[in-house]
């Protein structure tokens, strides 16, 4: 039978990208976004239901699950994929900035994790995939606020996971690498790397539906690099980033570029 799928922040980017990929597969797929409008347009294009939400909202995050389990049936998989990047120095941070950065990139994968634990757990099925990022376990100068908050979202999900495991309940991380959309306009690739498309995320996605993992890095080749860094000095690490240029992606960036979406994630 096939699975019913709710995802955040599907209105464009990632998301949009993961909605149309497990709508291929033969999933019934509901989206759900902030901008109405945007969400309307996707949901229009894909044929699927689409639906205003607030993530950083209970009673909001409540309302698109309870409309898509009216519409779909009982929901099978939640991807709590909203998010938002602010970058620049952290001086230059505002507490407004901060404070909806954590709101939506960590209360948000929080509050929709434990609503759909509500749901899940009792029926002993259901999974829960948080896009989480490799900024979770890359801190990475101009980044501190989003590494943060991924940070977060990377030790909530594996708290979760060990937490609930074993009740018949899956819980994931997603860490993509820099992907092209909206979300790192105005920045440049680190050196001699090919951004990932949202397509390749999706089917990350796609692939942790299929047969579940605590966690899933896209791409894929970076994992053992994660895991060796881990294991290298201090230095012979910020060697590295600095090789790549990561040292000043995010403090050294086209601000014209990266207006429009600067405007989005601020109002
Ligand atoms: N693009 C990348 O390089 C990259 C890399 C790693 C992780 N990620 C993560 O992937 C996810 C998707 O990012 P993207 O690149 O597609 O960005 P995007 O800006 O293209 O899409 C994000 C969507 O989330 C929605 N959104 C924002 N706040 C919301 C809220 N409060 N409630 C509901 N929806 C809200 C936006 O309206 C937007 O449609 C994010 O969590 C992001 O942090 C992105």
């Known amino acids: 039978m096939s699975k019913v799928i709710a995802i955040t922040g599907a209105a464009r980017g990632i998301g949009l990208a ?62 709590n994929n909203a998010g938002i990047m602010p970058i620049g120095p952290v001086t230059d941070e505002t507490d407004a900035d901060a404070r909806r950065c954590i709101d939506i990139n960590v209360h948000g994968v929080m509050l929709g994790t434990k609503l759909a634990l509500d749901r899940f757990l009792p029926r002993g099925a259901g999974h829960v995939i948080n896009i989480a990022s490799l900024a979770g376990v890359l801190p990475t100068p101009g980044l501190a606020l989003y590494n943060a908050s991924k940070a977060a979202v990377v030790a909530f999900t594996e708290a979760t996971r060990l937490e609930v495991g074993g009740r018949g309940v899956q819980v994931s991380a997603v860490l993509p ?48 690099n994660i895991r060796i860094g881990h294991l290298l000095p201090r230095g012979v690490n910020e060697a590295l980033a600095r090789r790549f240029g990561l040292d000043t992606i995010f403090l050294d960036f086209d601000h014209e570029a990266r207006k429009s979406y600067d405007d989005r994630i601020r109002h």
């Open 177 to 224: 690498s820099f992907t092209n959309t909206e979300l790192v306009a105005g920045t440049r690739s680190p050196k001699g790397q090919r951004n990932c498309e949202p397509s390749d995320i999706a089917n990350a996605v796609a692939g942790l539906i299929a047969k579940p993992r605590p966690q899933a890095i896209v791409p894929r080749k970076l994992a053992a």
């Open 18 to 79: 993961t909605a149309r990929a497990l709508k291929a597969g033969g999933a019934k797929v509901a989206i759900g976004d902030i901008d109405a409008a945007a969400a309307a347009e996707a949901g229009a294009e894909l044929g699927v239901p689409f639906f205003t939400v607030d993530v950083t909202s209970r009673e909001s995050f409540t309302a698109f699950l309870s409309a898509v389990e009216d519409e779909l049936g009982p929901l099978d998989v939640l991807v």
